[in-house]
């Protein structure tokens, strides 16, 4: 059986079980975002939808990561590097469409909360940077 989740969209809390109910909850994109738990609380994925502007942050145990941007064709997915600064000078961070970093589109922020839906880890959608 699949894990639930705890969808917080301001001081409202939704079990999340099936794709469709996450469709449902990230349907309106809230603009004050969506906060997935993990069913067991050590997991959390922070949604910000803001169109080609949206955004993720993620937390377990001690990491505290924001998203950077799409994986640029050929890196490998779900890679972390622990400084912005070195982000910029790293080529698989290099975003392919010249964009700025931290931003996402709005749908593969939606991809990254159903990875985490199915999976309840962090998603690999995207790159990650260590939250200064």
């Known amino acids: 059986m699949r894990a639930a989740v705890r969808a917080w969209i301001d001081s ?10 996450l ?3 990230l349907g309106p994109e809230p603009r004050s975002g969506v906060t997935l ?4 609380g050590r997991q959390i994925l922070h949604v910000t939808f803001d169109g080609d502007r949206s955004g993720l942050c993620w937390e377990a145990g001690t990491e ?3 998203s950077w941007g799409p994986v640029p064709p050929g ?4 890679q972390v ?28 922020a939606r991809q990254a909360a159903h990875e985490f839906l199915r999976t309840g880890a962090r998603p690999a ?4 940077v260590v939250k200064p």
Request: proline share 9%.
């Open 64 to 66: 505290l990561l924001l």
């Open 125 to 128: 959608n995207v790159q990650w």
């Open 23 to 25: 469709d449902a909850v």
């Open 75 to 78: 890196a490998p997915a779900g």
């Open 81 to 108: 590097v622990d400084d912005a600064e070195y982000a910029y000078d790293n080529p698989w961070f290099a975003l392919p469409d010249g964009g700025e970093p931290f931003e996402i589109t709005a749908a593969r």
């Open 37 to 40: 738990v993990s069913d067991d």
């Open 12 to 21: 409202v809390a939704t079990t999340v079980v099936h794709p469709s109910e």
